[in-house]
């Protein structure tokens, strides 16, 4: 299952709504929700992937863009207690966390090494090199026993090698007959078997052609290569994910394919969103994805799990605001982020990135909603100012808090105003 937050770095139904927000309420019947009691906000002038061990301890792998302040570390801790150890330059990095505090760092350049860092529990260990020649992009896993699987494309037009850690072991490389092509979009996910998925989309005459290659666990080569789908459009989302029985679900463009079992072919369950979102726990997998509709924003989700043909529903909405306070427009105008709990309980973050209007009239529009496996929606919360970021990071585990991540800067407005936070991107974590 999912178990890591990534970030590349190779290029720099409604009724009437209130007046700031219009949500939809948790069931009279629904369970208390968390207690979501925030720890002090960490902000920061880097984008950090963050990443929760089932300990509850929370690692944080930060790495700035090109052309800002220059950032690079590696921290964690818990609630006030942070340990930070200075790292140098990359241009992508990765995070993967395993039991009892085990945590592994990835870090590429485009001309090379490739190298990382195992933390033990106590302390990361020095940086090594486990593969050295040029990465142009870097996709990285972990189960819960701490194996990572990292999907290594060496160049713009294909060339993919598969490499992989079992906790405290030596790295074994598995290459992938890709050939000489053009790859827009790849992902990979683990799962508990020790079985990694690879997919990855090629672009073909207006159409991206999805593939899917397997490694299992101890093997030195690909098992099953197949095509999984062909979707309009050359530069399409892609992203897959495992629940803990293996069976996967991919989202391909505004497609969604899903394993109704780990031994059969994938098959298409729906039609989503570009903007979906995935995330999955022991026996389940949540999608969330944001519609318009007549009257504004709403975010529709469903549960997949051993019952068939589970409803969708509506966990949130919002009115459409004047347009002087959008940032873009459409869907475009809205980011989510999804996580999720080994039981199943999620975590669904939702923010509608403002414009380039500062006399303050337009507010921050952000939410954290808890939805339970009922799709009951048993507790929502702001969660701060929200500019006009990428999606946000949703990092939770077996304990400990739910970690969230996203840019607050507003590059529209006064660099110098009151208004700015003190770093371009925030860090908040609620309480379970």
């Not at 061990?53 to 929370?58: E, F, H, I, N, P």
């Not at 992508?92 to 395993?98: Q, V």
């Not at 995935?278 to 924003?297: F, H, K, Q």
């Amino acid at each position: 299952m999912r178990r890591t937050v990534l970030a590349t770095r190779i290029t720099a139904g409604f009724a009437a709504c209130a007046f700031v927000t219009c949500m939809i309420a948790p069931s009279a019947s629904a369970s208390p929700g968390d207690q979501l009691n925030s720890w002090a906000v960490r902000p920061e002038d880097a984008h950090r992937n963050v990443a929760v061990a089932d300990s509850g301890r929370v690692f944080v792998d930060a790495l700035s863009e090109s052309g800002y302040k220059p950032v690079s570390y590696l921290e964690h801790g818990y609630e006030n207690d942070w340990v930070r150890t200075e790292t140098g330059p990359s241009t992508w990095s990765g995070l993967a966390t395993g039991p009892d505090n085990y945590a592994v760092n990835v870090r590429v350049t485009v001309d090379g090494p490739a190298s990382y860092r195992v933390h033990d529990g106590d302390t990361w260990t020095d940086s090594s090199t486990f593969y050295d020649g040029p990465v142009h992009r870097a996709y990285i896993d972990a189960n819960s026993d701490g194996d990572v699987s990292v999907l290594l494309q060496l160049r713009p037009d294909g060339g993919m090698i598969l490499a992989r850690l079992l906790q405290s072991g030596e790295w074994t490389f598995v290459e992938l007959p890709s050939g000489p092509i053009p790859l827009r979009a790849a992902d990979l996910v683990l799962n508990e078997q020790g079985k990694t998925t690879v997919v990855w989309a090629i672009p073909f005459e207006g159409t991206s052609i999805i593939n899917r290659w397997i490694v299992r666990e101890g093997s030195d080569r690909p098992a099953q290569s197949n095509r999984v789908i062909t979707v309009n459009g050359t530069r399409v989302p892609l992203s897959i994910v495992s629940d803990g029985a293996g069976r996967e679900t991919i989202i391909a463009g505004n497609q969604l394919w899903r394993q109704p079992h780990t031994s059969t072919p994938h098959e298409y369950r729906m039609r989503t969103s570009i903007h979906a979102g995935l995330a999955a726990g022991e026996s389940a997998t949540r999608v969330a994805w944001p519609i318009l509709t007549e009257t504004g924003y709403a975010i529709r989700t469903l549960l997949f799990d051993d019952v068939a043909d589970r409803r969708q529903h509506v966990i949130w909405s919002h009115p459409v605001t004047p347009t002087r306070c959008h940032a873009g427009s459409g869907l475009d105008n809205l980011a989510l982020g999804i996580g999720m709990v080994p039981g199943g309980r999620s975590y669904v973050a939702v923010g509608i990135r403002r414009g380039s209007e500062t006399s303050g009239t337009c507010r921050s529009i952000t939410a954290l909603l808890v939805v339970n496996r009922t799709d009951q929606v048993l507790n929502y919360q702001s969660i701060g100012d929200f500019s006009n970021g990428d999606e946000f990071q949703v990092a939770a585990g077996a304990a400990g808090p739910i970690a969230v991540e996203f840019k607050s800067w507003d590059d529209h407005a006064d660099p110098m105003g009151e208004d700015q936070p003190d770093g371009r991107y925030s860090l908040v974590f609620f309480q379970r």
